[in-house]
Nanobody
Framework: QVQLVESGGGLMQAGDSLTLSCAAS????????MAWFRQASGKEREFVAG????????YYSDSVKGRFTISRDNTKSTVYLRMNNLQPEDTAVYYC???????????????????WGQGTQVTVSS
C-alpha cells in the first residue's frame, strides 16, 4: 500500500523560495512515477512537475519551468519540490501523487494517478 504525506507549505511573499516534501512509503524507485500537482481555489488540479519511472527524467509545466525543481532522495523515500521566485499565481494546495503503471503520455494527467497525499497549502502574497 502506497502512502504519501506532504509537508512544507506556508505563507510566503513574492520572490521567496520554499521546498515541499513528500514522504512516500510502499513505492519502488524503478517502478513508481512521482509528481506534484496543485489546485487553486475554484480551479482544476494541474500538473506542476513529475519524475517518470522508466527514464528517471523530470518534466515541468511551462508555468514553473526554470523556477521549480523536482527531486527524489531514495535513501529517505522522499520527493521534493523546490520552488524559487514564488509568485501570487503559485498560490494553491499542492499535492504529491504516485503511480506504478504510468506511461509517459499520462504523466501530466491527474486521474491517471492511483495514489495521492492529503495536500499542503502554499499561499504567496504580493
Amino acid at each position: 500500500q502506497v502512502q504519501l504525506v506532504e509537508s512544507g507549505g506556508g505563507l510566503m511573499q513574492a520572490g521567496d523560495s520554499l521546498t515541499l516534501s513528500c514522504a512516500a512509503s510502499g513505492v519502488t524507485r524503478s517502478s513508481t512515477s512521482m509528481a506534484w500537482f496543485r489546485q487553486a481555489s475554484g480551479k482544476e488540479r494541474e500538473f506542476v512537475a513529475g519524475l517518470f519511472r522508466n527514464n528517471g527524467r523530470t518534466y515541468y509545466s511551462d508555468s514553473v519551468k526554470g523556477r521549480f525543481t523536482i527531486s527524489r532522495d531514495n535513501t529517505k523515500s522522499t520527493v521534493y519540490l523546490r520552488m524559487n521566485n514564488l509568485q501570487p499565481e503559485d498560490t494553491a494546495v499542492y499535492y504529491c501523487a504516485a503511480d506504478n503503471n504510468l506511461i509517459l503520455s499520462s504523466l501530466r494527467t491527474p486521474h491517471q494517478y492511483d495514489y495521492w497525499g492529503q495536500g499542503t497549502q502554499v499561499t504567496v502574497s504580493s
